[in-house]
């Protein structure tokens, strides 16, 4: 029996970038979290420990340093996407680059002033795949592939009620009790896939937030799964530049304490929060016809 190397890949990880941009007094705040991944002509690294072909990662982080400060950063997208083009470009032994992206949230406190926002993380992701590589053969151009993903992480979304859970299997290990009435809370994990590069990130960004939101809040709902379904179908009948919407919800469960013990009723009002172990809840919307990504 033989033995080969499969798949591989490297990069670096977690490189922490905060960018001030300087208006006189006024001063704006960009802070991200940059991860790359290069893969390709890379078999000799590990089989002879040649590196001819291996772009070290520290270069890979002081790149994204310099491009930082060479063409700013506006939407991350545009940054993923720049950094991902340049790696297959400058690197003929490179075939894929991706780069991942988390941007955290300040809030203005003043010109020059500001606190982490409490709210989501916003996301994206930038693939690039050199033109005469396998996977780029394989598309229908032929001409390379850049593909552009965007998302949210830690978006905590509650409904008090307009929430059932009836109807389950029942086997000899069940002890939950039906119910027409609950909370239904979660930390929204999403992530969408566009169908091209030409798109407003950041009007699309809010118009998917938006949607996501509002189908949260609009949707009476008999199980986490019909809410995940009705978040990702009204990003889909709303943005059409995208393609799916790929989600994941854990049921943040809200217990009904009860206080009988001390002679007193809980019609619904005293709840205990849990944080584990939750339910989790996953799931792809696409478009029919585009298939999953």
């Not at 208006?23 to 000799?44: E, F």
């Not at 590990?46 to 590196?51: E, F, K, R």
């Not at 033109?131 to 998302?151: F, I, K, Q």
């Not at 009435?181 to 937030?209: E, F, H, N, Q």
């Amino acid at each position: 029996m033989s033995i080969v190397l499969g798949a591989n890949q490297y990069g670096k990880a977690e490189v922490r970038l905060v960018r001030v941009l300087r208006h006189g007094g006024r001063h704006d705040l960009c802070d991200l979290n940059v991860t790359v991944t290069l893969a390709g002509d890379l078999a000799a690294t590990h089989l002879t420990g040649d590196n001819a072909q291996v772009l070290p990662t520290d270069s890979q982080k002081n790149t994204v340093y310099a491009f930082a400060r060479s063409h700013g950063v506006d939407q991350i997208e545009d940054f993923a996407l720049l950094l991902a083009r340049h790696f297959v470009a400058a690197q003929p032994a490179i075939t894929r680059a991706r780069v991942h992206i988390e941007e955290y949230g300040w809030d203005r406190l003043g010109p020059h002033s500001f606190q982490r926002s409490g709210g989501e993380v916003r996301t994206a992701t930038a693939t690039c795949v050199a033109p005469d590589s396998e996977s780029a053969a394989a598309s229908a151009s032929g001409a390379g592939l850049v593909e552009v993903e965007a998302g949210l992480t830690g978006l905590v979304l509650l409904n008090s009620t307009d929430s059932e859970f009836t109807g389950y299997v029942k086997d000899p290990y069940t002890t939950l009790p039906e119910t027409t009435d609950r909370i239904l809370a979660t930390a929204v994990d999403a992530r969408w896939r566009y169908r091209d590069t030409g798109v407003d990130w950041a009007g699309s960004y809010a118009g998917v937030r938006s949607a996501l939101v509002d189908a949260f809040v609009g949707t009476y709902s008999l199980s986490l799964q019909q809410t995940l379904y009705a978040m990702g179908h009204r990003v889909l009948a709303e943005r059409p530049e995208v393609t799916e919407v790929r989600l994941a919800l854990p049921n943040r469960h809200h217990l009904l304490v009860d206080l009988a013990p001390f002679g007193l009723e809980n019609p619904g009002e005293v709840f205990v929060a849990t944080d584990r172990p939750y339910g989790l809840i996953e799931g792809t919307v696409t478009r029919a016809g585009d298939g999953v990504g």
